[in-house]
């Protein structure tokens, strides 16, 4: 029934209440709608019962499922050569809702040690309240996989590119250790994109990204996103997340789908970019060194150039005057801004030693892989003559 149709019997406070859109029959809107609901109604009780019980059934509550959302899903889902994605609040809501359907209390995790530093913190915090072992390796050698396995193992986690050193593991060797160890292995993929990396086609079991980063790519949504290779850890995880609540909300995943459109064109623009400060910044006599695995001399460099489609947009530099040189460029950069997060595009930078990691002292960043002077520069879509000028008046001369 329609508003319209009930004008004569109904009240005003019935009428305000319900209120619909017409169905487009002739037409389809262009862009995917934003579905902002919480709540589906049905006509056929059955099918309300069928809704609840899995992940594929009809739309019933946002909390499992939403066609804005599951747009999202299907679309991330396809990039990563998945079978379905399940959309999150955030990327340490995705990182999380894997980690708690996977894990039970005595699991063992097989984790790259240069890991995002929240996915860090919830190991830890596993580690320490539930029972659950974590032993942190390198990431150089796939033995390393092999040698740190115990009977109660039951995860291998990676980074395709590992912040903030650019660190590249040889996935496809690693994700083939961790399946020899019946492993479930999971790659968070946040800083190559599935234009750069399909970890899945490359073994993985699952892909998670802070789709805060490159996949919404304009510093205004939050959000995350599990890409499952295979149907059955699918709904297994769908179910475990959909209990936990991290879901997505309709709008940010609207966003996020915006985003998506233009992430081909932001990649190869902020890769291209990333390739030519890179090469400035280590001609540059202020600069020690230049950590970007595109360039011959990043230690990763071959295993990058066989696994990944472009070499990622963050820039990595060892300023010459440490500590004060790197708190000194935050403040003299007027283009790039000086920013905690990245992947959007606009360019920002973050000194470690003097923000993000300032509590640690000059042993432990070493430890974390960090200079006293390592900038970590998260290049964007301004015209790279514009970027190059700016850090250049800015460096120290
Ligand atoms: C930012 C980030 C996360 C966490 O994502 P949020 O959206 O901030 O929750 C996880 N992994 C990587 C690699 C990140 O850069």
Redesign the pocket.
């Known amino acids: 029934m329609t508003a319209t149709e009930t004008t004569v019997e109904q009240h005003p406070a019935t009428r305000a209440v319900h209120v619909s859109a017409p169905r487009p029959e002739h037409s389809q809107p262009l862009s995917v709608p934003i579905y902002q609901a919480a709540n589906f109604a049905f006509e056929d009780p059955d099918a309300l019962a069928d809704s609840m019980e899995r992940p594929d059934g009809p739309f019933v509550y946002s909390r499992y499922g939403n066609p804005t959302i599951r747009a999202l899903e299907r679309a991330v889902a396809d990039l990563e050569g998945g079978v379905a994605a399940i959309a999150t609040a955030?990327?340490?809501?995705?990182?999380n809702s894997v980690l708690l359907a996977t894990l039970n209390a005595g699991d063992h995790v097989i984790a790259q040690d240069c890991l995002?530093g929240?996915?860090y913190a919830s190991l830890r915090d596993l580690a320490a309240r539930f029972g659950v072992e974590v032993t942190f390796v390198p990431g150089d050698d796939p033995a390393e996989v092999a040698a740190a396995v115990r009977p109660n193992s039951r995860m291998l986690y990676l980074?395709t590119i590992?912040?903030p050193v650019t660190k590249v593991v040889d996935l496809p060797a690693f994700l083939a250790a961790g399946e020899r160890a019946g492993l479930m292995t999971i790659v968070?993929n946040?800083?190559a994109t599935p234009l750069l990396c399909q970890p899945i086609r490359l073994g993985a079991d699952a892909v998670?990204h802070?789709?805060?980063?490159y996949l919404g790519g304009h510093s205004d949504v939050?959000?995350?996103i599990v890409v499952l290779a295979e149907e059955q850890r699918y709904r297994h995880t769908w179910h475990h997340a959909m209990e936990l609540g991290a879901c997505a909300d309709p709008f940010a995943a609207w966003l996020t789908i915006r985003g998506l459109h233009t992430l081909p064109l932001r990649i190869r623009e902020q890769c291209a970019n990333a390739r030519v400060l890179a090469d400035r910044l280590a001609g540059h006599p202020a600069v020690e060194s230049v950590r970007w695995p595109g360039r011959i001399d990043h230690p990763d460099h071959q295993v990058a150039a066989r696994h990944l489609a472009d070499y990622g947009a963050i820039v990595a530099f060892e300023l010459a005057g440490g500590r004060e040189a790197g708190h000194a460029l935050g403040k003299r950069v007027r283009l790039a801004k000086l920013a905690g997060?990245?992947?959007g595009v606009e360019t920002t930078l973050l000194h470690p030693a003097s923000t993000s990691h300032r509590q640690l002292d000059p042993e432990a960043l070493r430890a974390a892989g960090i200079g006293e002077g390592t900038v970590r520069l998260s290049v964007g879509v301004e015209h790279v003559e514009d970027l190059w000028a700016d850090l250049a008046r800015a460096l120290p001369r």
Request: hydrophobic share 35%; aromatic share 8%; no cysteine.
């Open positions: 955030s990327g340490m809501g995705a990182i995002y929240g996915t980074e590992a912040n968070d946040t800083f998670v802070s789709a805060t980063k939050i959000g995350g997060s990245l992947g």
